[in-house]
């Protein structure tokens, strides 16, 4: 018989057999892993329902469930805020169909105005869809210079023009110099930046699993280098996932962009992993250009919803028109203010 349970905060044992689930599920990502319930809880304060299939003993299917409740961007329960990729990952349809009506039953339940699944393969073709996102990504091949010259032309150029100066790319122990870029980058672009606690948080859960990669430009009279580029990344099985990245003003001219996500595939190669996931952008905008400049074709993302007290995906995103204002004002306020009020707006996004 199937059944269906919820894995909760501290339970260490279900938590272990839930990953080793993960692990050896196909469909399962980087953003299945148990930890993400903690960071959920911890950072964020939202309430998880973490459901997963067992049949005779053993762990069938996984479905990681967030709630969000705002006053500014709705009620919603989702899998998984935060995650470019979640939703249902089982072993059997009958198992994802359970799954799936009991997050139904508990978005009902709770009030929820519409259910998420944020998926990489369209599984309801009778479900709205938010046709927004896509992802990038690409086989990292076992040569270094195979994956230099794997590089079209123009952008190549780029990355040798980064070597060229001298740049200089570290791996480091902490989140202060990334946070310094990142925290920068997003307040220009208008948009709320997350915690530095969240970025912490990642590190302190996912370990080795959780990077930091900094770029600086070469040292003058014994002087460390500016800060240019810092990218933080996920490691899943053989894929490496750039997720978060800052840049300062001055990385474009020095190529310091370019040069960061080469030495990261130079890292990656040696490491033996396979895939390198650029992860998501929206269409048409500078990053969905970058990425396709380096090779990679857009793979569209399926993130399919089921809508209970509106009529429409929701917008929640930068190229919303009734945020503009928003964005605007966001870019005039002082660093500290945005730093200090981000991570609550934030949070509601998802």
Partial sequence: MLQIHRLNPGDAAAASRWDAFVYACPQATFFHRAAWLQVMV???GHATHYLYAERDGAIVGVLPLAQVKSMLFGHSLVSLPFAVYAGVAAADEEAAQA??????????????????????ARQHEGWPR???????RKEILPDEEANMLAIPRKQRAMVRKGIKNNLVATFDDSVDRFFELYADNVHRHGTPALSKRYFQTLRRLFGD????????????DGKPGRLLSSVVSFYFRDEILPYYAGDDEA?????????????????????????????????????????????FEPTPLNYEYRLYKRDSVPQN??????????????????QPVVNWLGPFIVKSLG
């Fill in 42 to 44: 911890e950072v964020f």
């Fill in 99 to 120: 799954l799936e009506a009991e997050a139904e039953r508990i978005a009902q339940q709770l009030g929820a105005e519409h259910l998420e699944f944020r998926q990489l």
């Fill in 130 to 136: 938010q046709e927004l996102y896509v992802t990038f």
């Fill in 209 to 220: 699993d959780c990077s930091v990669l900094t770029v600086t430009a070469p040292e003058v």
């Fill in 251 to 295: 990385a474009r001219d020095l190529a310091a962009n370019d040069f960061k996500y080469w030495e990261l595939m130079r890292h990656a190669c040696a490491r033996g992993l396979k895939v390198f996931d650029y992860g998501r952008s929206k269409q048409g905008t500078g990053p969905y250009a970058f990425k396709r400049n380096w090779g």
């Fill in 317 to 334: 995103n930068p190229s919303n028109a009734k945020y503009k204002l928003m964005i605007e004002t966001w870019r005039k306020l002082p």
